[in-house]
T-cell receptor, first 114, second 113 residues
Framework: DSGVTQTPKHLITATGQRVTLRCSPRSGDLSVYWYQQSLDQGLQFLIQYYNGEERAKGNILERFSAQQFPDLHSELNLSSLELGDSALYFC?????????????FGPGTRLTVL | GNSVTQMEGPVTLSEEAFLTINCTYTATGYPSLFWYVQYPGEGLQLLLKATKADDKGSNKGFEATYRKETTSFHLEKGSVQVSDSAVYFCALRDTSGTYKYIFGTGTRLKVLA
């Protein structure tokens, strides 16, 4: 158990819909990262938050957004869903300091868009 | 930009065989390097890491050495078991100050009894 929790575990929805994925980081970790894992694209970095502020952006679509709340949990919002958005979405957390940069991953949310 | 190149899989071995999974990287500076393992239906687990040149990370019989001169971080295990069947990901911590990771494409390992 990494200490990172993600809900829900599975999500099935239809094209055009909007969903919210939730992540709670390990105790003491200030930084949260979101990754998308699909069969054809591998593991892609989406976005990072540090103590409530966006720190880095990767290959995140404009239809996707995220935020980190004062209690440090994070939500990833996916809207106008398309079939191609079906994937595993992982959250990871870390302290994000020199020498303390190991990321710990949650179990993931499997999104299926029908 | 920074990148990670990993050998293509799948890799199929017999139990007790020697394992090598190649990983090379491109980066400015000296990034931390990681190997993660993903068992079927699960998330990624940290297997080992190295933070500077010539460091050797090791865990559960797996080893990898940070080679600056060849920009490599190859994963090795002397004797694999069926339970090692999983997907292995090489990653580096981006050196731009964001602490995000850049992952290789993953290598699927299948160990046969």
């Amino acid at each position: 158990d990494s200490g990172v929790t993600q809900t829900p575990k599975h999500l099935i929805t239809a094209t055009g819909q909007r969903v919210t994925l939730r992540c709670s980081p390990r105790s003491g970790d200030l930084s949260v990262y979101w990754y998308q894992q699909s069969l054809d694209q591998g593991l892609q970095f989406l976005i990072q938050y540090y103590n409530g502020e966006e720190r880095a952006k990767g290959n995140i679509l404009e239809r996707f957004s995220a935020q980190q709340f004062p209690d440090l949990h994070s939500e990833l919002n996916l809207s106008s869903l398309e079939l191609g958005d079906s994937a595993l979405y992982f959250c990871a957390s870390s302290v994000a300091e020199v020498g303390r940069d190991t990321q710990y991953f949650g179990p993931g949310t499997r999104l299926t868009v029908l | 930009g920074n990148s990670v190149t990993q050998m293509e899989g799948p890799v199929t071995l017999s139990e007790e065989a020697f394992l090598t999974i190649n990983c090379t990287y491109t980066a400015t500076g000296y990034p931390s390097l990681f190997w993660y393992v993903q068992y079927p239906g699960e998330g990624l687990q940290l297997l080992l890491k190295a933070t500077k040149a010539d460091d050797k990370g090791s865990n559960k019989g797996f080893e990898a050495t940070y080679r600056k001169e060849t920009t490599s971080f190859h994963l090795e295990k002397g004797s694999v078991q069926v339970s090692d069947s999983a997907v292995y990901f090489c990653a580096l911590r981006d050196t731009s100050g964001t602490y995000k990771y850049i992952f290789g494409t993953g290598t699927r390992l299948k160990v046969l009894a």
